[in-house]
């Protein structure tokens, strides 16, 4: 890479955590854009987590898409998915979770948006036949991976573990989902209404509605049983929130004194053998629900279902957490666009894709390059740490027209808050469903809404997500609240 002029801007640093407290930082996402769309980032040590060997900042659409369709060249199983670099006596662990693997060089997957180009076999910019002999962790060890697939935890077992839990949501139990979905979200919106109607008006609709929302959901889909949803909530601040106090507390310390890594092995211990234990009981007492599906199947090992549980419990619940709050902040901010909604003059589907646009639950995920390559004129080694900004592609100027003008009407809408390629989001289409449902509540029992004091945001360069969303909950003729 050329380095910058000397009179060039300096280039904005979108790795530090505590830099998303105030949403998303637009202006350093539109400098990168337009500047340095592939540059490298420092990562410097913050919070009390060590300091790393740094990474490439993605930050284009074009680009962003690119890294996550092209697999086999920006691999998720090498150094798996997460900015920071795993311990290595932990990757094997990380890497069974099927979000740190990578499809079979040899399967025919493509995009989501169905890519037509597939990528060349992997090889070396140098002519490397052997392009694992070039790989190198990003933290130079020495004895890099014998194999650059492996059987185990590897890409074979990519398309095999997301056909096992595809199987889990019928069609049927989708549908019933739904209707209770929609139960939830009228009754919590209710009581919103009616503890706005003996207070100030003023409710945190984080507290109220959406966590509990998107919590109870995500138990009702795994079949936890009600006196142990709590557990959830817990596990999810703990793996999400690690960045920010408010959320993880105080951070537990591993043996060498510094920050434990909360998705080590031993830092989920206790939530694998919650998974075996109410798997067990799943077997015993079947019910209509993808925690029995997924512990009745044959085909799955218990580590597979341990991941499984881990992936849904965290995935599951904070895509829904996430976005759910940041979509009625949107519409709370535009009210031109919420009394155009209400109206019936915008389609509800094209409102979610939108509203998941301008607020994106994902804020990064990390690849690391299989083999030399480029990007964006950038040379890229095998081994670098290549990370993908999801809340600036979905601003891309190149893409997306006026990208700060909310419009609920917008298609199409190419956003990648749900990624792309092999590893876009499994749980997409439950994800709509559930924020496709609250609007429509919202719409429906909410007349106005206004931001009555300034949102707080979570501490985190990984999670979009809100702590608090207080809200003055108006009536249509502005003097009084619905009854």
């Known amino acids: ?79 798996a998915t997460q900015i920071r670099d795993p311990d290595p006596a932990d990757l094997p662990f990380i890497r069974r979770m099927m979000l740190n693997q990578d499809p079979s060089p040899s399967s025919q997957l493509r995009s989501s948006r169905g890519d037509p180009n597939p990528t060349p076999q992997l090889r070396s910019s140098r002519g ?14 020495p004895n890099p991976t ?12 990519h398309g095999r573990l997301r056909r096992l839990v595809g199987r889990a949501f019928t069609r049927g139990r989708v549908d019933r989902f739904e209707a209770a979905v929609r139960d939830r979200a009228r009754g919590l919106l209710t ?25 109870l959901n995500l138990a009702d889909v795994l079949g936890v049983p009600p006196g ?8 999810t601040r703990r793996v999400i929130g690690y960045q ?10 591993g043996p060498d004194g510094r920050p434990a890594d909360p998705r080590s092995p031993a830092m989920l211990q206790d939530m694998f053998a919650f998974a075996r234990e109410l798997a067990a009981h799943k077997r015993r007492h079947p019910g209509d629900d993808v925690l029995t599906a997924l512990a009745t199947d044959r085909e799955l090992a218990t580590p597979e279902l341990e991941m499984f549980f881990f992936l849904l419990t965290i995935a599951g619940n904070d895509t829904v957490r996430s976005a759910a709050p940041g979509g009625l902040l949107a519409l709370a901010r535009h009210p031109d666009a919420y009394r155009a909604l209400r109206a019936g003059a915008v389609a509800m589907s094209s409102c979610v894709e939108e509203l998941l646009r301008w607020h994106p639950p994902v804020l990064s995920f990390r690849r690391t390059a299989a083999c030399d390559t480029e990007l964006a004129g950038c040379r890229i080694r095998a081994g670098d740490k290549v990370v993908v900004f999801h809340g600036s592609a979905n601003y891309d100027e ?44 919202t719409r429906d029992l909410l007349p106005a809404l206004e931001l009555a004091a300034p949102p707080r945001y979570l501490v985190s360069n990984f999670i979009h997500g809100l702590k608090s969303l207080p809200l003055r909950l108006l009536p249509s003729d502005g003097d009084r609240l619905p009854g």
């Not at 530090?16 to 540059?39: C, F, M, N, T």
């Not at 142990?228 to 596990?235: A, K, P, S, T, Y």
Request: charge should be negative.
């Open 1 to 79: 890479m050329t380095p910058p002029a000397a009179d060039a801007p300096r280039i904005p640093d979108v790795f530090d955590p505590r830099g998303y407290a105030q949403g998303l930082p637009h202006s350093a996402y539109r400098l990168l854009r337009d500047r340095y769309p592939v540059v490298r980032q420092e990562e410097h040590e913050v919070l009390g987590w060590p300091a790393g060997p740094g990474f490439w900042a993605v930050t284009r659409h074009a680009d962003v898409v690119r890294v996550l369709k092209d697999f086999r060249t920006f691999s998720s199983h090498l150094g």
């Open 128 to 141: 490397d036949p052997n392009p694992s002999s070039q790989l190198r962790s990003s933290r130079g060890d």
């Open 228 to 235: 142990e949803r709590g557990l959830l909530l817990d596990w």
């Open 191 to 215: 009581a919103a209404l009616d503890t706005a109607r003996a207070g100030s008006g003023v409710v945190d609709l984080v507290t109220t509605v959406t966590d509990d929302y998107a919590l």
């Open 398 to 441: 190149r893409v997306f027209a006026a990208p700060h003008r909310l419009d609920l009407a917008r298609t199409p809408n190419p956003h990648v808050s749900f990624g792309d390629g092999p590893h876009v989001c499994l749980g997409a289409h439950l994800a709509r469903l559930q924020l496709r449902v609250l609007y429509e509540e």
């Open 146 to 157: 014998p194999q650059l697939r492996s059987s185990r935890g590897g890409p074979n077992d």
């Open 244 to 253: 920010d106090p408010d959320e993880s507390g105080p951070p537990a310390s």
